[in-house]
């Protein structure tokens, strides 16, 4: 019969190997959690990779370019920057058949709509705001309060920016590796000449000198295209970096020939003016004068409502309808 001592001392060999076995138990339960919580961060560090879009991780890698793009002069275009392209990726057609579609970079960015249009052998341009900043985009809340500036007129929710900050140009700089990521062509920067308007920041042209250029070198580091918007002012300057402009209504205000500066280095003005009625219901009258502006030949002219959907109206009489998703929120 086991005495009372003998009784003790299993009890407490017994408490002891209880004891060690919590310990190890407690011990492979803490290394599962730290296993688990960095493979959840590495989960949704990959699903939130794209400037704070998110990209589709269904989609797969988009092609880079292997050189820049250079456009000829009259490269045909259609652009839509308030609707998302409706384009069936296993079967794409898009109408009107344009070398080049300017396109929205963010509504775009988890669709196959780039991809698409390279199987039917377009261009993509990706636009983004450059210089405004827009409450409705992935990354909005990366914008410091100090840098964004007064309201842009016309335009209640946009305001302007600072573009010297080191800040947003590293925004931007996420901005233009989505646009590479997604395979884009080239991208077309909005809103570089805040110094034309009341901003709220003192910009300069030598402000927009110093970001264009700096904007240009991160889009070819990627072999991308950029253009330059609108911008008169620094048309020469800015020629020898950029590959194409893009400007809105310079028949209107009489000085598409700072423009044609790009036409005689052979290189192409993708020009929009927004004519009363357009793009439906153009006069006939207003067309002429648009398409047939001074300082305009070259250009590659196309007629728009300012919201910039899916109509559109060419100098040749040419009327389309592009087939869209829906409407975008900001009226852009």
Known sequence: ?????????????????????????????????????????????????GGGGGDDDSLPPAPQPTAIWQPKV?????????????????????????????????????????????????????????????????????????????VLDGWPDERWLNISSPA?????????????????????????????????MDLTPEDSVSFMTFLADEAHKRNMAIGLKNAGDIVKTMLPRMQFAVNEECAEFN????????????????????????PFNTNAEQKQAYCNAPGANGFSTILKGMNLNFGAEYCDGRQVRTKVLRRFSSGR
């Open 74 to 150: 009259n490269t045909s275009w259609q652009i839509i920057l308030n609707a998302k392209l409706d384009i069936d990726p296993n079967n794409p057609a898009v109408e009107p058949d344009v070398d080049v579609y300017d396109i929205d970079m963010f509504m775009h960015q988890n669709s196959r709509a780039v991809s698409s249009l390279h199987k039917l052998n377009k261009k993509v341009i990706c636009y983004f705001s450059a210089g405004s900043y827009e409450k409705n985009r992935p990354d909005s809340s990366k914008f410091p309060e100090e840098d964004i500036g007064l």
């Open 168 to 200: 947003i140009r590293e925004i931007m700089v996420g901005r233009i590796e989505i646009a590479s990521r997604m395979g884009c062509d080239a991208v077309d920067p909005d809103n570089v000449d805040g110094y034309q308007n009341e901003n709220g």
């Open 255 to 278: 000085d598409c020939r700072t423009f044609s500066q790009f036409v005689d280095a052979g290189k192409p003005v993708f020009h929009i003016e927004y004519p009363e009625g357009a």
């Open 1 to 49: 019969m086991e005495g009372k001592e003998g009784r003790l001392r299993r009890n407490s060999r017994e408490s002891r190997l209880s004891r060690r076995q919590k310990l190890v138990l407690a011990a492979v339960a803490a290394v599962l959690i730290i296993v688990l919580i960095v493979g959840l961060s590495l989960g949704l560090g990959l699903r939130n990779r």
